[in-house]
């Protein structure tokens, strides 16, 4: 069993940044594959970025060039740095761990974009 807590959830305006932090227990970190997905109001949950073991990272088209994800292995966490943020980008924000072949959920961090 896998246990992922999120962080760094908050209120900023447009055009603001904000980082997020996902910690996962166990001592297999190393393999896991990593991802942040959302959910905005009267939506659907949809991925937003994913980095593999080895480091390789891909992104949503809607987010790619303002939003960069990254993980510590040592420190067992995974990061989402969000830059430039819009209003659209409000929702909960949920990190997956895909480890082997099952799937674990945070319990997600809430980002507000507004003015």
């Not at 166990?26 to 970025?49: D, H």
């Not at 990190?95 to 945070?106: E, Q, T």
Request: proline share 3%; charged share 15%.
């Amino acid at each position: 069993q896998v246990q992922l807590v999120e962080s760094g959830g908050g209120l900023v305006q447009p055009g603001g940044s904000l980082r997020l932090s996902c910690t996962a227990s166990g001592s297999m970190f190393t393999i896991y594959v990593m991802n942040w997905y959302r959910q905005g109001p009267g939506k659907q949950r949809e991925w937003v970025a994913g980095i593999t073991s080895a480091g390789n990272t891909n992104y949503a088209d809607s987010v790619k060039d303002r939003f960069t994800i990254s993980r510590h292995n040592v420190k067992n966490t995974v990061y989402l740095q969000m830059n430039s943020l819009k209003p659209e980008d409000t929702g909960v924000y949920y990190c997956h761990a895909r480890v082997v072949r099952s799937d674990y959920w945070g319990q997600g961090t809430q980002v507000t974009v507004s003015s």
